[in-house]
């Protein structure tokens, strides 16, 4: 059930970015060790009607284990006029990330309360090994944890990822989210020729797995 959030946020980068995308992966990917603080790209959604637009994303670093053992997590800024009008919100999940025309990852996590659009980017990377992270019983071996800007700016991380040097995954100081909980982003999905006391039912499942049914 903890891949099944991952599992969409795949299908919306092949659906959101358009035909043919599938046939880039992985040539047209960035590896998250060429990922650098400042670099800046663009993301894809759907912020009205059905069109996906384009709006900007810097990258502020990256937090290693920040969701399990080798499950990093990118740091971005959201820019454009759109995106500074509704922040990060629950049709964001699954947006794709790219730098340089290369993917580099899918929008899933917010900061609820910040007062700046900041996101968290899963690696493409990450999201395309879902399906080997399991052990012999089919059990995810992993657990997300929210995270927060002071735990990341700390030094007690740093150090983690054997083949990085720490200074890849310099954090910048933005006080706009100092204090804040980086949370997963529900991924709305739409249930057909189903009741909604049915829904009603599994409402506790669906919540834990960070689905919204619409």
């Known amino acids: 059930m903890h891949k099944l959030p991952q599992i969409l946020a795949l299908i919306t980068i092949l659906i959101v970015s358009g035909p ?16 650098k603080e400042g670099m ?43 995106a500074m009008r509704t922040f990060v919100f629950a049709g964001m999940s699954g947006s794709p990330v790219f730098v340089g025309g290369k993917l580099i990852g899918a929008i899933s996590y917010s900061f609820p309360f910040a007062k700046e659009p900041i996101c968290g980017i899963t690696p493409i990377e990450q999201m395309t090994t879902i399906f080997d992270r399991v052990d012999a019983l089919g059990r995810p071996k992993f657990e997300p944890r929210t995270v927060s800007v002071p735990d ?31 949370m997963p982003i529900a991924t709305p999905v ?8 049915t829904l009603d039912k599994f409402a ?5 797995a960070n689905i919204l049914p619409v």
Request: net charge negative; aromatic share 4%.
């Open 20 to 35: 043919g995308i599938s046939a880039q992966i992985p040539n047209q990917i960035m590896p998250l060790s060429e990922v």
């Open 40 to 82: 800046r790209g663009t993301a894809r959604t759907v912020f009205r009607g059905s069109e996906p637009e384009d709006f900007g994303v810097e990258i502020l670093g990256i937090v290693p284990d920040s969701v399990g053992p080798h499950q990093d997590l990118i740091i971005g800024k959201l820019s454009g006029d759109l």
């Open 152 to 182: 990341l700016q700390s030094g007690i991380w740093r150090p983690t990822l054997n083949g990085h040097s720490s200074d890849h995954f310099l954090v910048s100081s933005h006080a706009s989210v100092a204090g804040q909980r980086m």
């Open 190 to 197: 739409s249930f057909g020729g189903i009741s909604q006391s």
């Open 204 to 208: 506790g499942v669906l919540s834990q």
